[in-house]
């Protein structure tokens, strides 16, 4: 008969789980290296998806401020509302016919028919689900505008509650001209709640008409940068430490149709001359996020472009056919290499320059195309050697990559894909826990492998620690057989998620207005990424735990040994490590954690910080020693050596 065990003893025998019956064993051989860890192995993909960029990173609050395309006639303009406050009385529609350049050839017109100094009328902008506002901050705005001889008078800029119509800051602009002009202005705020419950307010205390168009208000931005990125977003990314960028696409590259793909041309200079384009994920880019900003946001990290350059394939299936008809685009495709790279006695060069950047940006990473194994055509051989060949005859130290194969030319690299999905590697956990061997059997002499998007796609908006179990088994792969794949990006990295913004489920880091938050997929790759080491381990596991998966590297210069442990079971798996070789070790060891109760648990816009890593030391480690790695677990244990 079984004995009936108290109840205080099933709570803790709960809470610390039962460990795998039999203990696993880990041989690493420290003696020598096995390879080299590449130094590129992980990057971040980005491009316009989950309003990643307006809305997002792109530091601007007004959302449709240059009213591209007009909307049908008789339609009010998206995200404008009229304001008619007492008495006034006035209308708001979207003029086709006036704007400041022709790239913004359309313009909001305000007509005022009523307005005193205690009615006001005029318009407001609710933001991306609202514009968030900080106390004691500058907010720098500008506009173009134009008036009829009709007399408007000063236009008041206000920053106002969407509930209490408290207004947090105000400034006035002097009376407009019947010219298209430029007109800056500032708004500081003083003592206020941090809020995203804010609207921008354009009043007049005059009738009369005026066209307004490019309105535009930032807020401080990351290194104080014009035109910039924000703040809480780029230090998550810095967190992660990227080698690399890859960007524009994804399919944000390739367009819904073939004039819809990324048009780099279109999104460098002025913004006065970007007329921005329609995305494949239903709302048209403001490109104020161009080609430039991309390159700054490179620099800024410090990551390399991994530029991904348009093939003449578009996600309608169309294509560009190979020859003279594609010929213009492999032009633009070296325009845009000389663009970045060329100094400034080159054309494109110079451009960059007065575009403010006179000093080239590094590039050693292009791609061609974007999953151009869904080209039923048949023609991407054929387009990825006339670039290729054009590209290498200018700058042959350039890394070619091929985003499906090809053997008309040998790329240097090739954007891996799940073969049977016939797409990047968007898995479940299982799936990935299932390939973790994928790169062991590759030949070491093919052609190097960049895993250009992956991620485990469980959990919306962000994934949840099942999901970054999945994530860390596969990175341990990825790590294991990093002398072959050079480089891997997850994707996609950002979703806003406020209602209806987002288009794909599963993203690495989610956020609002106002806040951030770090998927537990998120603190898994900035484990891996900041634990990497330049060598890799040669290691043996035995384990009757399928589910518990290891790499281990270590920094040739230091002798730290990073051994990255993940117990996806439900229960806690013990361990014996066993180091042969390669110098004495040292007891002290640190041990960072990232574990959850369920596969569910996860990290929200409300409760952001569920699942974070945890940092420990313990005295145990020596050339042979117990680990019990905890159910639903990945770790890093950093080992000192003195080799
Ligand atoms: O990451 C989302 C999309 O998935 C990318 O745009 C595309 O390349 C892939 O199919």
New binding site residues.
Partial sequence: MRPILPAFVLLVTASIGVAQTTTATLTIDASHPAAPVSPMLYGIMS?E?NHAWDGGLYGELVSNRTFQPPRRAGRPPQNWIVIENGNSEATLSVDTDSGPSKALAASLKLDVLSADAHSTAGFFNTGYWGIAIRPATTYRGSFYAKVADSYLGPITIRLVHNQTNAVAASTTVPALTSEWKQVHFTLKTGTVQPSANYRLEFLATHPGTAWFTLLSLFPPTWHEQPNGFRPDLMEKLEALHPKFLRFP????LEGQHLPDHFDWKRTVGPLVDRPGHPTPWMYRSSDGMGLLEMLTWCEDLHMEPLLAIFSGYALDHTHINPGTDLAPYVQDALDEIEYITGDVSTHWGAERARDGHPAPFPLHYVEIG??EYHDPSGTYDARFAQFYHAIKKDHPHLQIVASAPVTSAHPDLIDDNDHEAQ??F?RTAKQFFDDVHRYDTYDRNGTKILVG?WATREGTPTTNLGAALGDAAWMTGLERNSDIVAMASY??LFVNVSPFAMQ?EGDLIGFDALTSYGSPSYYAQVMFSNHLGDQILGSTLNTANPLLFESVTCDAKTGRIYLKLVNASSEPQSVDVKINGGGTIRAGMTITTLRGATTKDTNSITDPQHVVPIVSHKNTAKASFRHLVPQYAIQVLEIERKP
């Fill in positions: 491009e998806i696409g994804g399919n944000f974007n999953e797409r990047h968007y998007e994707a996609p794909w």
